[in-house]
């Protein structure tokens, strides 16, 4: 059973930086892509980023492009994303997950991910 827990939200004062972390465990990490979705409230989850099952391929959506980072240390089975510039609209609780399909891309497309944490919120004040 694969399992997907997030940590590393928080307040933060807008231009400030936080780092999400997402522990997987069940099976081999290194075999799947990663992703990080968020939803704020009243509104649907959308695509963040996704890295790829080798960490070779990244993607963005276009309001975090430059100023968020997402990695994977395959050793500690671990994915981060790297937040910085924080802006309000950032405010969401922020999801990870993974397909049950091995060497996926980390695309944007929902339907690539199978696997979801329970999150952790994000808060950004003005």
């Known amino acids: 059973q694969v399992h997907l827990v997030e940590s590393g939200g928080g307040l933060v004062q807008a231009g400030g930086s936080l780092r999400l972390s997402c522990a997987a465990s069940?099976?081999?990490?290194?075999?799947?892509?990663m992703g990080w979705f968020r939803q704020a409230p009243g509104k649907e989850r959308e695509f963040v980023a996704g890295?790829?099952?080798?960490?070779?391929?990244?993607y963005y959506a276009d309001s975090v492009k430059g100023r968020f980072t997402i990695s994977r240390d395959n050793a500690k089975n671990t994915v981060y994303l790297q937040m910085n510039s924080l802006k309000p609209e950032d405010t969401a609780i922020y999801f990870c997950?993974?397909?049950?399909?091995?060497?996926?891309?980390?695309?944007?497309?929902?339907?690539?991910?199978?696997?979801w944490g329970q999150g952790t919120q994000v808060t950004v004040s003005s």
């Open positions: 890295i790829s099952w080798s960490g070779s391929g990244t």
């Open positions: 997950a993974t397909s049950s399909r091995t060497y996926t891309s980390g695309s944007p497309h929902r339907r690539e991910y199978d696997y």
């Open positions: 069940g099976r081999t990490f290194s075999a799947y892509c």
